[in-house]
């Protein structure tokens, strides 16, 4: 799979701008701030609808512009298709495959299978467990993009329930004598272990396929220093990890857990509170890893993405957003030589001497609110 074309009114740092593109590496030079990662996370967005450094929509709009588009041309087994997505922040994103409105922005989702290495995945490893959920969704999506769904009807069950709990503890609080209306709460219980089992199940199968790709990107990012595991931590007992099994843990792990929640206000079991655990050798990386163990450990979480969709028989495109000046000349080559066959490698760099000579593809000079071929 490769991106052919990019074009992009009002996004970022972008008024309007476009971009042929090829198979193979291309290379996007610029220094500092003029717009190389704003261009992958464009991509990013269509991949997975999301930002990988905001959570809001709001900043990806160019500064006094209403709405962004972003607009790209993918082939895939020699078949070209056209996804075009409208971001109007605050507001649903409208979108739009092969020229055709679709009902749902999600929809979309699919279309380009995309993995973005970027120096914000440090916080796969050093940061909190919604950046390690985040990236387990969005595979599990990129995968099967109808966990899409499922991601979607669990975050709403979660929100309505908290919603329900909130209002019950603000009630108590303020000296309401009923403490609320909860008698509904039994119903979101059995919504939440329904959707929540899904994607409880659908995470553990990925781990499982994971695990061993995670092992063997860091060892050939880190030459043989320490093995990487990775390990799903549940607040629910996953037994044999099949959905009935899950649901039923859920439902039960609800009820225990009843009074306290009650008592805080906020939902404390299921997926949305479970976490990715990464060791190398015995120790946790969180809290143990250099950081340079870390970054090579972030960096072989996109690796191992990237193989295992690969595995899967469809090539996702690989970007890889500034790697090559956190590197040595050692492992530049080493990393060189595991990406330089990706059907499509897009890297970004300030100083191209940092690129290995072995991923020289095309050339693209990044500059200001323009891009253009340079070769
Ligand atoms: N919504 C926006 N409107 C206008 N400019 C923006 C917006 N968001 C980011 N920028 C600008 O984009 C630039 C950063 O682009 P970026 O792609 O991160 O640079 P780099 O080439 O270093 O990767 C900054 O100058 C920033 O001010
Ligand atoms: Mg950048």
């Known amino acids: 799979m490769y991106v052919q074309r990019l074009e992009l009114v009002d996004f970022r740092s972008y008024e309007a701008v476009a971009v042929d593109l090829s198979a193979g590496?291309?290379?996007?030079?610029?220094?500092?701030?003029?717009?190389?990662?704003?261009?992958?996370?464009?991509?990013?967005?269509?991949?997975?609808?999301?930002?990988?450094?905001?959570?809001?929509?709001?900043?990806?709009?160019?500064?006094?512009?209403?709405?962004?588009?972003?607009?790209?041309?993918?082939?895939h087994d020699g078949r070209e298709l056209l996804v075009e997505l409208e971001i109007v922040p605050g507001k649903a994103n409208r979108a739009r495959l092969g020229r055709s409105p679709v009902r749902r922005a999600r929809d979309v989702l699919g279309a380009l299978r995309m993995v973005l290495f970027a120096p914000e995945d440090l916080e796969l490893v050093r940061g909190d467990p919604a950046f390690r959920r985040g990236y387990l969704d969005d595979l599990l999506v990129a995968r099967q993009p109808r966990y899409a769904g499922v991601?979607?009807?669990?975050?709403?069950?979660?929100?309505?329930?908290?919603?329900?709990?909130r209002t019950a503890y603000l009630s108590r609080k303020t000296g309401g004598t009923r403490g609320g209306d909860l008698s509904t709460l039994d119903v979101w219980d059995t919504h939440l272990a329904r959707h929540g089992a899904e994607l409880l199940a659908g995470r553990l199968d990925l781990v499982n396929a994971l695990g061993p790709f995670v092992a063997k990107a860091y060892d050939a990012v880190a030459a043989g220093r320490g093995a990487a595991g990775i390990a799903y931590r549940s607040g629910v007992e996953v037994g044999a990890g099949d959905r009935a099994t899950l649901e039923q843990a859920l439902l039960e792990a609800l009820a225990a857990g009843r009074s306290s929640e009650v008592d805080r206000g906020v939902t404390l079991t299921g997926p949305h509170r479970d976490d990715l655990t990464l060791t190398l050798g015995?120790?946790?990386?969180?809290?143990?890893?250099?950081?340079?163990?870390?970054?090579?450990?972030?960096?072989?979480?996109?690796?191992?993405a990237y193989d295992l969709l690969r595995a899967d028989g469809i090539e996702p495109v690989l970007a890889l957003d500034d790697v090559f000046a956190e590197l040595d000349a050692g492992r530049r080559e080493r990393l060189a030589e595991l990406v330089g066959g990706a059907s499509q490698l897009l890297v970004t760099c300030a100083v191209p001497d940092d690129v290995p000579a072995a991923l020289r593809g095309a050339r693209y000079e990044v500059s200001e609110g323009t891009i253009r071929r340079a070769d």
């Open 25 to 75: 590496t291309s290379v996007l030079v610029g220094p500092n701030g003029v717009g190389k990662t704003n261009l992958l996370e464009a991509l990013g967005y269509v991949a997975t609808l999301d930002s990988h450094r905001v959570a809001t929509d709001a900043p990806l709009v160019r500064a006094g512009a209403a709405a962004a588009v972003i607009r790209c041309l993918v082939v």
């Open 151 to 165: 991601r979607a009807d669990y975050d709403r069950v979660v929100k309505q329930r908290n919603a329900l709990l």
């Open 282 to 304: 015995t120790l946790p990386a969180k809290g143990y890893a250099s950081h340079g163990e870390s970054w090579s450990y972030a960096l072989a979480l996109r690796l191992a």
